[in-house]
């Protein structure tokens, strides 16, 4: 348990569907990240948001939307996705205080599949 | 942010240490080398950072090079909890930006 959460674990969506991944940290972090990997591949950064403003999209394509209403939780929305979107999409949190020894603790992933 | 070259698989006998190399030729004076790893369908794991001496935590040691152009991450007695692929990453202050590899894949035999 590292204390970063997400939901739903697993996903099975068409690609006319829209859906969306939740992630919540309990760490009192204020960054959090979006993750994408895909089978074989290295994890992608696709998005990161400091004290809840977006600071980084990683040229993600617009059927991928996020949200991040607070420091706490972090929100991935999903419309018209391709049977290539599917993979393993994480979430991870930091501190952002400055300091080296931070690290990012990551959350167990939602396993997702575009049909 | 420097590259990493790690092998892409390495075995060890459970019980025995475990020695992972990595790669950093081009690293800058400001850049960390971190480890983390990836067991099965799991978020990754911070294991142990370094600048230039050698580190120990609960998990594992690093030795870094004295002119930092490598490192190997070692886990003293491996046990089969310890199959994973494992990430060597080297970023400038700030872990914000991690940018992940292949990694190593240790499998620990029984």
């Known amino acids: 348990e590292t204390g970063v959460t997400q939901t739903p674990r697993h996903l099975v969506m068409g690609m006319t569907n829209k859906k969306s991944l939740k992630c919540e940290q309990h760490?009192?972090?204020?960054?959090m990240y979006w993750y994408k990997q895909s089978a074989k591949k290295p994890l992608e950064l696709m998005f990161v948001y400091n004290f809840k403003e977006q600071t980084e999209n990683n040229s993600v394509p617009s059927r991928f939307s996020p949200e991040c209403p607070n420091s706490s939780h972090l929100f991935l929305h999903l419309h018209t996705l391709q049977p290539e979107d599917s993979a393993l999409y994480l979430c991870a949190s930091s501190l952002l205080s400055g300091r080296v020894s931070d690290t990012q603790y990551f959350g167990p992933g939602t396993r997702l599949t575009v049909l | 942010d420097a590259k990493t070259t790690q092998p892409p698989s390495m075995d060890c006998a459970e019980g025995r240490a475990a020695n992972l190399p990595c790669n950093h030729s081009t690293i800058s004076g400001n850049e960390y080398v971190y480890w983390y790893r990836q067991i099965h369908s799991q978020g990754p794991q911070y294991i142990i950072h370094?600048?230039?001496n050698n580190e120990t935590n609960e998990m594992a040691s690093l030795i870094i090079t004295e002119d930092r152009k490598s490192s190997t991450l070692i886990l003293p007695h491996a046990t089969l909890r310890d199959t994973a692929v494992y990430y060597c990453?080297?970023?400038?202050?700030?872990?914000?930006?991690?940018?992940f590899g292949t990694g190593t894949r240790l499998t620990i035999i029984p």
């Open positions: 370094g600048l230039k």
């Open positions: 760490l009192g972090h204020n960054a």
């Open positions: 990453i080297v970023t400038n202050f700030g872990n914000e930006k991690l940018t």
